[in-house]
């Protein structure tokens, strides 16, 4: 059996997908599966990609099982794959593309997946409703504790506004002229940094602004926690057992006030010392070290073991 996850996108269009994928494809060749991303215009640059690449989709047969995202188009799922002998198997990495995604695509022919796998438990029940599929398995992302970790802190603030750059604008707006005794605390802006620059700007920094929005299940705040930042900002919507009254100040979307104000409260508390930082800050390490790459193999060859051995559709 081969799996091949189909990644027909620009490898320089950052994303957290992209990472996941091909963090999936290494986790199932170090567990001895013959897995590979494919990607045509070549392998992304922006991260260390931890799994075989493909340029040229191999000749696959019944046995073979090719994975593809949520993101990707029924029209080019149905054209690339539909007339071949490999089973496809959905990736629903994001309800709310997977959902725009296929209201798009309903003018196209019907994908016939042979099952899916959902990053967020939550999310298994609409997918099998909609997809009308018996197998819908929920995966566990991992976060890797020797990129993100706490390196020499300092009194700064750390963000990825790239889903969110008006509200960013706004909470700075509220935090630099209603706080003026933090107004002039240092801020490093990731929205278009490397997997690495955004860990070592994590690791020195001592408050992570979390700008996430409809996600499944955000990595962006695990990765934070996993580098000593406390965690305050948006939950972004998705599967929330990670996001706790322990571990962050966390809000809904569109709360700006609300998040300037706990931003600025959480930076005088690191600056003064105050003990419930040190708590929270230690919650959230605890919280980000559950997503071990152990857990997320595991799920995954389960997963795919077990879909590959479902009958082929008729």
């Not at 930076?267 to 010392?273: C, Q």
Request: proline share 7%.
């Amino acid at each position: 059996m081969r799996v091949v996850f189909a990644l027909p996108f620009d490898p320089n269009r950052i994303t957290g997908g992209q990472k996941s994928i091909y963090t999936m494809a290494a986790l199932l060749a170090a567990a001895g599966v013959d897995a590979a991303v494919w990607q045509p215009s070549g392998r992304p640059t922006w991260f260390e990609t931890r799994g075989p690449h493909l340029s040229v989709l191999p000749d696959l047969d019944g046995g073979d099982l090719v994975v593809v995202p949520e993101d990707v188009p029924q029209s080019f799922v149905v054209r690339i794959f539909g007339a071949g002998p490999a089973r496809l198997v959905l990736l629903c990495l994001n309800p709310y593309t997977y959902l725009t995604v296929r209201a798009q695509g309903r003018s196209s022919p019907p994908v016939r997946w042979t099952g899916a796998l959902v990053v967020g438990r939550r999310y298994t029940d609409l997918i099998r409703r909609l997809e009308g599929l018996d197998i819908v398995v929920s995966l566990i992302p991992s976060i890797d504790p020797a990129l993100f970790r706490p390196s020499e802190k300092s009194l700064r603030i750390c963000a990825v506004p790239r889903k969110l750059p008006c509200e960013f604008m706004m909470i700075g707006e509220i935090f630099r002229s209603g706080h003026p005794d933090v107004a002039e605390t240092p801020v490093d802006v990731l929205s278009d940094a490397t997997e690495a620059e955004t860990a070592s700007a994590m690791g020195r920094a001592s408050v992570f602004l979390s700008l996430c929005h409809r996600e499944a299940l955000a990595l962006t705040p695990l990765e934070a926690m996993a580098s000593g930042c406390v965690v305050v900002g948006y939950h972004g919507d998705g599967v929330l057992n990670y996001a706790t009254a322990a571990n962050g100040l966390w809000f809904g979307f569109d709360d700006v006030e609300a998040v300037a104000d706990a931003l600025a409260r959480t930076v005088r508390a690191v600056r003064d010392g105050e003990l419930w930082v040190d708590d929270m800050r230690a919650a959230g390490a605890a919280t980000a070290a559950a997503f071990t790459a152990e857990a997320a193999s595991a799920s995954l060859v389960d997963a795919i073991r077990w879909i590959a051995a479902a009958p082929a559709l008729q």
